[in-house]
């Protein structure tokens, strides 16, 4: 069984379109993040939440909204695609641990990612 | 705040021979330490974590990363490349508790024949 899943694979669509992509994970974790990677590969956060709740929200335009149903699903919603757009989306989930010391640590399982293109 | 930078964009290694990626860090707090890999149009695969829980971690693989506060740094580094092993490798750094990972920018690690 997969892990994380993310559907579509590749998203190839026009400007202007809106779109969604959809993450579910199977290992019962309660955290579930959005990261972007750009054509240099470069990732990063864009979403998370927590139990259903939205608890980090970068940068990023309002045209992306994120949407938590319940702790095993993450879908992003993107209104009026532009060209920019263009990247890996990746889901990853999580469970907050505790570590030696005290001190939590976070391991993020991601998704295979998916593809998308803006024409 | 929190930032990771990997020292090199690029490694070419002969298969047989060591590898190693290097990673400096900035954090805040007591850091917690990630290595990902990700091989070609594939999603990110954890290799190892440091947790403060021993200062030398192994991974898969037969990889290993040894944290070093005075150095902040955290490379990465296997005795002996395979060719399996050409992928692009990310340092990461967490913001504990929100869970939020600082990625590096990356190494492209070219295994030659």
């Known amino acids: 069984d997969t892990a994380v899943s993310q559907t579509p694979k590749y998203l190839v669509t026009q400007m202007g379109n809106d779109k969604s992509i959809k993450c579910e994970q199977n290992?019962?974790?309660?955290?579930m993040y959005w990261y972007k990677q750009d054509s240099k590969k470069f990732l990063k956060i864009m979403f998370s939440?927590?139990?259903?709740?939205?608890?980090i929200n970068e940068t990023v335009p309002n045209r992306f909204s994120p949407k938590s149903p319940d702790k095993a699903h993450l879908n992003l919603h993107i209104n009026s695609l532009e060209l920019g757009d263009s990247a890996v989306y990746f889901c990853?989930?999580?469970?907050?641990?505790?570590?030696?010391?005290?001190?939590?640590?976070?391991?993020?399982?991601f998704g295979p990612g998916t593809r998308l293109t803006v024409l | 705040a929190q930032s990771v930078t990997q020292l090199d964009s690029h490694v070419s290694v002969s298969e047989g021979t060591p590898v190693l990626l290097r990673c400096n860090y900035s954090?805040?707090?007591?850091?917690?330490l990630f290595w990902y890999v990700q091989h070609p149009n594939k999603g990110l695969q954890l290799l190892l974590k440091?947790?403060?829980?021993?200062?030398l971690v192994k991974g898969i693989n037969g990889f290993e990363a040894e944290f070093k506060k005075s150095e902040t740094s955290f490379h990465l580094t296997k005795p002996s490349a395979h060719m399996s092993d050409a992928a692009e490798y990310f340092c990461?750094?967490?913001?504990?508790?929100?869970?939020?990972?600082?990625f590096g920018r990356g190494t492209q690690l070219t295994v030659w024949p």
């Open positions: 990853a989930s999580s469970q907050v641990l505790g570590g030696a010391g005290g001190i939590t640590y976070n391991e993020q399982f």
């Open positions: 440091y947790t403060s829980a021993a200062t």
């Open positions: 939440y927590n139990n259903k709740e939205l608890i």
């Open positions: 990461v750094v967490s913001d504990t508790p929100l869970g939020r990972l600082y």
């Open positions: 290992l019962g974790h309660d955290t």
């Open positions: 954090s805040s707090y007591s850091p917690s």
